[in-house]
């Protein structure tokens, strides 16, 4: 007979922060899935700015700040919100010619003439409030508007800029890439009717993936696996929402998309899939096959979408639909050795049609009753059937059936 002690410890445990597995943990330096960060929205304007260009106004800022709440709260069950914000009063920077830009146009200043625009904002709002900012804010949003430059964030790390006009859903993705997540990708096959086709007859493309807030999106929500990587969804029945390996055969799970799910949320099979990272360059002329890629095991993940993201207040969509993406995008890493992207996404089209620029999610997924190919790199392929849908407590049952060459 168990003990009450080894009792408690089958029961899954409350809503605590899980510890992805090694290859799935974002950078050390990354903010904690589980905090209450705070935020910083500084303010800047240009010295050659016309007098009639208008700066972000706080009012504008505020109404951002809480939506950026309300959808970290949602994507992570409760765990990661926004603790705390300021809205800095307007600070004047140099000319925009004087600072590095991104997306600069050929023939500007060289890059050693110019100056981080973040370390003027900053100082300056450290030596007005006598402060050091970057020591008591997670996240310091740079307001610098600039139209026709595009926002963009540091990877991993506290900074991210908002040159173009801003909106909680820019927010939503930059802060991702703070938070260590890549882009969401999707393999465009070039086969009608051929999910996974050979190397020479698909690409990657990048934000490729309509589904989740790092891709192009249609759906803003993250993905199973970027909140796997946060830590808001777990590894083992210990938690009270996890994913876990798939058996052959029927496997059954909700959706991580609902207010709070319980049990498995999704799951994956290992496979020889070939997927390189040097399939981005859409110019195949270029690319150079990675040496033993075709003999690595990648995940294929398995996830229920049934609600239309923040961008439609979370409404339920007109049917479920399931996704597959793959991690493990073998490249050449340090001294020619092999190496795996184990936390960026490719997304599979399951339903491939004659059009391979049709990315909106629908036509990436299964819905109830229909089924998908996905071939390997040896001959053998994984069949995927969605069998059921229970909108009880939106659960999928599927079918998995590995095939012989």
């Known amino acids: 007979m168990l003990s009450l002690a080894a009792l408690v410890l089958l029961q899954p445990q409350a809503n605590v922060l899980a510890t992805p597995e090694p290859g799935f943990r974002r950078p050390p330096q990354t903010v904690p899935g589980d905090k209450a960060v705070k935020i910083l929205f500084l303010r800047t304007r240009y010295a050659d700015d016309p007098p009639t260009l208008v700066s972000y106004q706080p009012d504008l800022l505020d109404r951002v700040a809480k939506r950026i709440d309300e959808y970290f709260r949602r994507e992570s069950y409760g765990l990661f919100t926004v603790g705390s914000y300021e809205i800095s009063s307007l600070f004047r920077v140099a000319a925009k010619k004087d600072y590095i830009q991104i997306h600069e146009e050929a023939g500007g200043p060289p890059i050693d003439k110019h100056k981080p625009l973040e370390r003027d904002a900053i100082d300056g709002l450290n030596q007005a409030t006598n402060r050091h900012v970057g020591q008591i804010f997670d996240f310091i949003c740079i307001e610098a508007k ?15 800029f908002y040159p173009s006009a801003p909106n909680e859903y820019a927010y939503f993705h930059e802060l991702g890439h703070c938070m260590g997540f890549g882009h969401s990708n999707a393999l465009i096959s070039e086969v009608p009717g051929e999910t996974l086709p050979p190397r020479d007859s698909r690409y990657i ?168 190919t996905i071939r390997q790199t040896d001959g053998s392929a994984i069949t995927v059937k969605f069998l059921r849908y229970d909108k009880t407590d939106r659960r999928a049952v599927i079918d998995l059936r590995l095939e012989p060459k």
């Open 205 to 372: 493309a990048e934000y490729g993936d309509h589904a989740s807030a790092m891709g192009a999106v249609d759906i803003w929500a993250y993905s199973l696996l970027e909140r796997y990587t946060m830590g808001w969804i777990g590894d083992s029945d210990k938690y009270p929402r996890y994913i876990k390996k798939f058996d052959w055969g029927e496997n059954s799970f909700v959706s991580h998309d609902q207010v709070s799910p319980k049990g498995c949320v999704g799951g994956y099979v290992e496979g020889r899939f070939g997927i390189e990272a040097a399939e981005y360059r859409r110019d195949k002329t270029k690319r150079i096959p990675v040496p033993g890629a075709d003999e690595v095991p990648q995940r294929l993940w398995f996830s229920l979408l049934t609600t239309g993201g923040i961008g439609r207040n979370y409404a339920d969509l007109p049917r479920p639909f399931l996704l597959a993406h793959i991690t493990g995008a073998a490249f050449n890493g340090n001294k020619g050795l092999l190496q795996q992207d184990n936390r960026t996404t490719v997304l599979l089209d399951l339903s491939p049609s004659d059009n391979p620029q049709d990315l909106r999610p629908i036509s990436k997924g299964l819905f109830e009753g229909q089924s998908a």
């Open 146 to 160: 600039n139209p026709g430059q595009r926002n963009f964030a540091f990877a991993a790390s506290k900074l991210s």
